[in-house]
């Protein structure tokens, strides 16, 4: 798995990339009420906004880790939004990225690199 | 920044494994372990624990304190039975609302709550306009809880049975757990409870007897809030402030007959000519409850249309986000009185989109008052 600053985990599969939010962004979230996922075919810029999701305190913006196209989204998670706090790695994921430079993934922190980033 | 200041039960919070954030100059609880959203229903279910210990409290007393009070706030205080409390508010020359509160009268003395963020210009203006006729005093030796929901009678009943007599809107002297306590069977949730007046010192001892029941948890203000807002309650500084009249603020039933045209004391507080004249007439705009038709909360500032393109803004919204016993969003707005119908569909802008919501009556859940 890979991490962002933003609190986003990406993990890589055969066809794509998954990516949702850390467990330590949804505590800090709090109980989350709204997803607003982007639509499958939409083409990305990295730090673009493209989900909005929204918790008992505020909203926030959850921005594309890479640049790329939308292959898959996570209908479940629109329709139960308290998937991100039960599940943050597995069934609350966000959507699945088919990247356009897969080198941009380099960039990214490790599990241990984002464990010192939120230490 | 100056230094936040800190309730009596603090250290409480802290030990409970509160969020603590700065509110209204207070270090307060914005939710416990157990998370907004858990903490509401626990309180619609069961019992919730209150920590509203940086409200003002305020003890007005001397002969002809409630006709003085009268002259500051639009409600009938003469005619208030002893023991019995009644929401009222401080109103300006331009009829809006300085402050929101709840008065008591206890036969010697009116007994006075207001906002935290209020409270030193709430009593700035009470001595500046009663004194030295009777005399204002800040009760600052005191914290306040309140204990809400279906169970707090039984819990409250448990340490002194006189709880259980008490109908909505009473007051009494309590003795609970050793201590004198000033309690009113009302709160800001929309459930049934009671709100306590006890002396710093007894302070603790008291939450954690309360807290000692299976029934009770702690709950911080996130919850506080949107309980509140589900109850359809006002937020001072959000949903009505000093632009605002209480006829704006669909506070009308707040005024009784006696204060209105024709009564027997009527007017003779700041604003009236303004006042009197809207609660005749109607005011130009209104508070109305707004269930969002789809998912996404509408929170405050989102700025409410008639059309779903173009057109004037008609209002904004002046609190919302989720309802975790309605289940969805729900908010509450001020909008020009031509929409201000229930059934009416407006439209909220929304990351720049126009977003339809429905004039709803309020309260968005049923009130479980015991009158």
């Known amino acids: 798995m890979k991490y962002t600053e933003e609190h986003e985990w990406l993990r890589v599969e055969d066809d794509g990339v998954v990516v949702g939010i850390t467990e330590h962004a949804t505590t800090q979230l709090g109980d989350i009420v709204f997803v607003e996922l982007?639509?499958?075919?939409?083409?990305?810029?990295?730090d673009e906004e493209i989900v909005v999701i929204e918790s008992v305190k505020a909203a926030s913006d959850i921005l594309a880790p890479i640049d790329g196209e939308i292959v898959e989204v996570n209908e479940a998670l629109a329709e139960n939004p308290a998937l991100a706090n039960e599940d943050a790695i597995g069934a609350g994921w966000f959507f699945k990225i088919e990247p356009s430079d897969p080198s941009q993934m380099d960039d990214l922190m490790d599990e241990a690199g984002y464990k010192k980033f939120i230490a | 920044m100056s230094e936040l200041l800190e309730t009596p039960l603090h250290d409480l919070h802290v030990a409970l494994g509160a969020k603590m954030v700065p509110f209204a100059g207070y270090s307060m609880p914005v939710q416990?372990?157990?998370?907004?959203?858990?903490?509401?229903?626990?309180?619609?279910?069961?019992?919730?624990?209150?920590?509203?210990?940086?409200?003002?409290?305020?003890?007005?007393?001397?002969?002809?304190?409630?006709?003085?009070?009268?002259?500051?706030?639009?409600?009938?205080?003469?005619?208030?039975?002893?023991?019995?409390?009644?929401?009222?508010?401080f109103?300006?020359?331009?009829?809006?609302?300085?402050?929101?509160?709840?008065?008591?009268?206890?036969?010697?003395?009116?007994?006075?709550?207001?906002?935290?963020?209020?409270?030193?210009?709430?009593?700035?203006?009470?001595?500046?306009?009663?004194?030295?006729?009777?005399?204002?005093?800040?009760?600052?030796?005191?914290?306040?809880?309140?204990?809400?929901?279906?169970?707090?009678?039984?819990?409250?009943?448990?340490?002194?049975p006189k709880a259980a007599t008490m109908r909505f809107m009473d007051v009494a002297t309590l003795s609970l757990n050793g201590a004198e306590c000033w309690v009113s069977r009302s709160g800001y949730t929309g459930e049934d409870g009671y709100e306590i007046s006890v002396a710093e010192a007894d302070a603790v001892a008291l939450a954690e007897a309360l807290l000692a029941h299976g029934d009770v948890e702690a709950i911080g203000l996130g919850a506080r809030d949107s309980l509140r807002l589900e109850g359809g309650l006002c937020l001072y500084g959000h949903d009505i402030d000093a632009s605002t009249t209480p006829v704006e603020g669909a506070l009308s039933w707040a005024i009784q007959k006696v204060r209105r045209s024709g009564g027997a004391r009527a007017g003779g507080f700041p604003g009236a000519d303004i006042i009197l004249g809207q609660l005749e007439q109607g005011a130009p705009r209104k508070r109305v409850g707004l269930l969002p038709e789809g998912r996404a909360p509408m929170r405050e500032g989102v700025a409410l249309f008639a059309s779903a393109e173009g057109g004037a803004q008609i209002?904004?919204?002046?609190?919302?986000?989720?309802?975790?016993?309605?289940?969805?969003?729900?908010?509450?707005?001020l909008v020009d009185r031509a929409h201000s119908e229930v059934g009416t569909t407006v439209f909220g802008e929304l990351r720049g989109k126009r977003l339809p919501l429905t004039i709803a009556k309020l309260p968005f859940t049923a009130a479980n008052f015991k009158r």
């Open chain 1, 38 to 46: 982007p639509e499958v075919g939409t083409t990305v810029t990295k």
């Open chain 2, 32 to 89: 416990y372990p157990l998370g907004v959203m858990k903490e509401h229903i626990q309180t619609r279910e069961r019992a919730g624990l209150f920590d509203v210990s940086h409200m003002g409290q305020v003890k007005v007393s001397g002969t002809g304190a409630a006709a003085a009070l009268e002259r500051l706030i639009p409600v009938d205080i003469e005619g208030l039975g002893l023991d019995r409390q009644r929401y009222g508010m």
């Open chain 2, 91 to 160: 109103t300006n020359a331009a009829g809006g609302i300085m402050d929101d509160l709840m008065l008591a009268n206890r036969g010697d003395h009116i007994f006075i709550v207001v906002n935290a963020a209020c409270k030193d210009a709430d009593i700035t203006h009470m001595k500046a306009h009663l004194e030295p006729d009777v005399s204002v005093t800040p009760v600052t030796d005191r914290a306040l809880l309140a204990l809400q929901g279906p169970s707090a009678q039984a819990v409250l009943s448990a340490l002194d």
């Open chain 2, 315 to 333: 209002g904004a919204i002046t609190s919302g986000g989720f309802g975790p016993s309605v289940g969805g969003p729900v908010a509450m707005g």
